[in-house]
């Protein structure tokens, strides 16, 4: 496993694993296009990949804008091998590093993402939008 800096040629491969997943699925996979990605890991914030053999099979990207955590996906055939939860620890740590105080995020409720945010230290806050549990963590955290 190969844990590194995204770039916008690995988009296609995101793309892909953001397309896959079984949980937190796009009604519609126009809703997040290439650009809105190469936006994010380029000038909004920053993202990461975990590589095995040349394949992207998670990801993970920061928003400094917004103070969110913009999107964290591993493909269903490698979930249970810690990559998400390398990529949340590289995330975050960049984050904070970058002089910021809070970070936020929001996911479905009753998913699995919603147990892993629970157990990583997120603090539940209430609903955002359509339902989704709204977490938040400080540098402090």
Request: with cysteine; proline share 3%.
């Amino acid at each position: 496993m190969i844990f590194r800096e995204a770039v916008v040629a690995d988009i296609p491969q995101i793309q892909i694993v953001r397309n896959s997943v079984k949980e937190n699925m796009l009604s519609d996979p126009a809703l997040v296009s290439d650009a809105d990605c190469e936006e994010y890991i380029t000038r909004r914030g920053k993202g990461w990949v975990c590589e095995i053999d040349n394949t992207i099979v998670g990801f993970a990207i920061a928003d400094l804008q917004d103070n969110n955590i913009w999107a964290l996906f591993v493909h269903p055939e490698h979930e249970g091998k810690g990559i998400g939860r390398k990529l949340h620890d590289i995330m975050l740590d960049w984050y904070f590093l970058q002089g910021k105080e809070n970070v936020w995020l929001s996911t479905a409720p009753g998913t699995r993402a919603e147990a892993f945010y629970r157990k990583s230290g997120w603090k539940d806050v209430g609903v955002y939008g359509k339902g989704e549990v709204k977490f938040e963590m400080s540098s402090s955290d």
